[in-house]
């Protein structure tokens, strides 16, 4: 475990308090397990992302041509 100092503005500084005296935990933990999971997220999003660009691409249409942007953009 790894101690760090963080500073909150005072309103936020008492509702943190409140809340994890009401949830019977800490302050330490609470804030813990919410930058855990931001952290985890974090990790899903890139390995979902990673999965992602892994993949081959592949064509949208089998047959004909797609049109020109001029085509597509006309007036």
């Known amino acids: 475990m790894k101690n760090i100092t963080i500073t909150l503005k005072e309103e936020v500084a008492r509702w943190l308090r409140v809340w994890a005296a ?19 997220a974090q990790r ?15 064509a949208l249409k089998s047959t ?5 942007r001029e085509a597509l953009h006309e007036r």
């Open 22 to 40: 009401e949830h019977d935990t800490s302050v330490s933990r609470f804030v813990g397990r919410l930058v855990e999971e931001r952290m985890n």
């Open 44 to 58: 899903q999003y890139e390995r979902s992302k990673q999965s992602f660009l892994s993949r081959h691409p592949k």
């Open 64 to 68: 004909g041509s797609y049109p020109s």
